[in-house]
T-cell receptor
Framework: NAGVTQTPKFQVLKTGQSMTLQCAQDMNHEYMSWYRQDPGMGLRLIHYSVGAGITDQGEVPNGYNVSRSTTEDFPLRLLSAAPSQTSVYFC?????????????FGPGTRLTVL | ELKVEQNPLFLSMQEGKNYTIYCNYS?????LYWYRQDPGKSLESLFV?????AVKQEGRLMASLDTKARLSTLHITAAVHDLSATYFC??????????FGAGTRLTVKP
């Protein structure tokens, strides 16, 4: 099992550019999520999905889109990058929340927006 | 809105000493998680606490949950350098969201 994989590991964008962060898991988990980690703020939930075709917003969804066409993949799209989106992004997956199922995290993508 | 607060945010300890990290949360959830993050790395699950009074131990770390007080503690016994990391607590919300505390950066000095 590869677990949760993310690509790319590092990315530099210019303000206004768009890009997609890729996330995939091979554990057949229903639940997938995206967090951003900024110094002193812990992890903040951007979007999450409880299954293919179902997505919902977290705490900080503005400027990001997601889709879930398959159980395995959950890409995060930055529509028009801004310097405030400079952060480390983590994707995670688990069996459904609410039942004590821990999330498994990918290695992260470090994004810098100039 | 679900809030999760950890303290302290920074902790510098000497090897061999004991200390406790606190995690307070604002919901009635009885599902609390502790994660560890090494610098530049991802998060690794440490403990899952699923009921009032739950206690789990792994090596020098022991976590407990008091759902009535909405409080979890992570106790470190006889700290060693290898425990230096950032520790996060997290709570399941009511809307399929897991919310994290800001993290406690632990440094263990010889």
């Amino acid at each position: 099992n590869a677990g949760v994989t993310q690509t790319p590991k590092f990315q530099v964008l210019k303000t206004g550019q768009s890009m997609t962060l890729q996330c995939a898991q091979d554990m057949n988990h229903e639940y997938m999520s995206w967090y951003r980690q900024d110094p002193g703020m812990g992890l903040r939930l951007i979007h999450y999905s409880v299954g293919a075709g179902i997505t919902d917003q977290g705490e900080v969804p503005n400027g990001y889109n997601v889709s879930r066409s398959t159980t395995e993949d959950f890409p995060l799209r930055l529509l028009s990058a801004a310097p405030s989106q400079t952060s480390v992004y983590f994707c995670a997956s688990s069996y459904l929340l609410g039942r004590g199922n821990e999330q498994f995290f990918g290695p992260g993508t470090r994004l810098t927006v100039l | 809105e679900l809030k999760v607060e950890q303290n302290p945010l920074f902790l510098s300890m000497q090897e061999g000493k004991n200390y406790t990290i606190y995690c307070n949360y604002s919901t009635t959830s009885d599902r609390l998680y502790w994660y560890r993050q090494d610098p530049g790395k991802s998060l690794e699950s440490l403990f899952v606490l699923l009921s009032n009074g739950a206690v789990k131990q792994e090596g020098r770390l022991m976590a407990s949950l008091d759902t009535k007080a909405r409080l979890s503690t992570l106790h470190i016994t006889a700290a060693v350098h290898d425990l230096s990391a950032t520790y996060f607590c997290a709570v399941d919300g009511d809307l399929n969201d897991m919310r994290f505390g800001a993290g406690t950066r632990l440094t263990v000095k010889p």
